[in-house]
Nanobody, 115 residues
Framework: QVQLVESGGGLVQAGGSLRLSCAAS????????MGWYRQAPGKQRELVAF???????NYADSVKGRFTISRGNAKNTVALQMNSLNPEDTAVYYC?????????WGKGTLVTVSS
């Protein structure tokens, strides 16, 4: 069973930055892609960004130019650098590992952006 553990969430003022990290129990290169999702109170979970095993990245329009997804130096980590945060970014952020027919999720880390 693959385990994903997110870290790095917290409280930050608008305009600030946070760096989230996802640590997987196995190499992230064993998955087709790794992604970050978020779910705000009362809203559906949405894709924030993903990176494929080949290194292709994709972002939600709402975070383009502000967030960057990257693979860590360790082969089992993925990071999400979040800059210029605004209150609309407040949500629980989840890490997902994807293979065809299988998804693994972490338990999430809370990001709160105050105005």
């Amino acid at each position: 069973q693959v385990q994903l553990v997110e870290s790095g969430g917290g409280l930050v003022q608008a305009g600030g930055s946070l760096r989230l990290s996802c640590a997987a129990s196995s190499s992230i290169f064993s998955f087709n892609s790794m992604g970050w999702y978020r779910q705000a109170p009362g809203k559906q979970r949405e894709l924030v960004a993903f990176i494929t095993v080949g290194g292709i990245t994709n972002y939600a329009d709402s975070v383009k130019g502000r967030f960057t997804i990257s693979r860590g130096n360790a082969k089992n980590t993925v990071a999400l650098q979040m800059n210029s945060l605004n209150p609309e970014d407040t949500a629980v952020y989840y890490c997902k590992a994807h293979n065809i027919g299988t998804d693994y999720w972490g338990k999430g880390t809370l990001v709160t952006v105050s105005s």
